[in-house]
Every structure is written in C-alpha cells, then in structure tokens.
C-alpha cells in the first residue's frame, strides 16, 4: 500500500477527482463547484452525467486508476441498506466493504458516503444534512474518510420544518422527501440544485451542496507539501 499524499492545491491545473458509483453526478457537481477536475465511473451508461465518463466497474477501476487522482468520492449503491428496499424485500450486493478495501491501496485521500441504513458499517461516518446548507429538504447522508482526509461534524440544526411523508406531494410549509417514486420532480431539482437529473437521479443524489463542503474542506487543509497524483 503507498503512503497517503496531500492534495495538490488549485495553483494551476485543477486537482483530479475521481467519482466512484458517480450516477447522474449529484457529489460531482459539488467537487467541480469547489475546485476539481471530475472524472465520473459507473458500470451503467449515464448519459445526464455533466462532467467526464467512464462506463467501467468502479472498484476494477479504482484499484487500476486510482493512485492517477488527487482525491477519491466512491457512494457504493445504498440499496443494500435502504429502508424502502428492505420493505420490498430486493436483495443488492453490499460494496462498502469491498470499496473501502480498494480506496486504501489507492495511497490517496478518499471519502465514501452511504445512508443511515449502513452507518454500522462505515469507520466514524460525519452526517450531513440539508439544514446545514440551507436547503429545503433533510436528506441525512453519511461520509467516511480514509487516506489522511478527514472532517469535522458540523453542528446539526433541529428540524423545525415538517417533512412530507415519502413519495407524497410536498405541503406548502413542508420540506420534501424526494425519494421512490415521488411526485414534483422540478421542485426537487430546485432545491437540491440539480437541474439535468431525471426522477431515478434525484431519488439517490448527493445534494451537490454536500460535495462542495467536502471538496472546499479537502482543499483548505493544511499541506506540508504540494502532493500530486501520477
């Protein structure tokens, strides 16, 4: 296994980002947004993917390409662990364990991000939630760090606003859900800030806000030297 290396800085060429399980690019938008070069992998063809794509096996493309990258994002499908699929009764492969196995001999500074379902699984996870960045929607998301990174927990709002129920139109007064089948797709691309996905990118998505916490985070750190990816 290589060394963690600190993340080359933006004085000149972006720094490279590589997006494991990328979808519709919900995180990708947010690392662009605060600084990176994106490059999105996906073993399913996604052509609303805003940034750079390569249709490949994340975790085969990772251990062959990753150490290329200044940073690592992988979001292994949530299937596995969400409450909806578990009430259907579809079974999902759980990545978690395997993706994190692949991000550690990659030597780079990584974050995983899952939903609440799999923080039993994941190494001393932040929680990020919609009220932290003003957004009108909860959506609790989950980031394990790994390779030198690391993020403080910011402090959690109270949720003051009430939540429409799953799936269910939006209230006037209430936040949305925004996942499963939902109905108000273009209110759901206002508030999470991403207006090319579809209703199957939505369900899933990172806001985007999230990513660019992230990605300003990673950014700021402090560097005793200027690493940079092969």
Known sequence: MTQPTDIRRVHGPRPRLLDLYCCQGGAA???????????????????????????????VFVLEHGARFDFIHASPPCQHDSECQRIRGNAHPDLIAPTRTALETTGRPWVMENVRGAVPKLHRPVMLCGAMFG????????????????????????????????????????????????SGVDMARRVLGVPWMNRDGIRECIPP??????????????????????
């Open 29 to 59: 938008k947010g690392y662009a947004d605060a600084g990176f070069d994106v490059t999105g992998v996906d073993q399913d063809p996604q052509p609303r993917y805003p940034f750079r794509f390569v249709q490949a096996d994340a975790i």
């Open 135 to 182: 957004l009108a929607t909860y959506r609790h998301r989950f980031f394990e760090t790994g390779g030198g990174f690391t993020l403080d927990q910011p402090d959690h709002p109270a949720h003051t606003v009430p939540q429409a129920k799953m799936g269910r139109p939006v209230p006037p007064g209430h936040y949305g859900q925004f996942v499963g089948n939902f």
């Open 209 to 230: 806000a999230y990513a660019h916490h992230i990605g300003r985070t990673a950014l700021a750190a402090p560097a005793p030297a200027l690493g940079v990816a092969a």
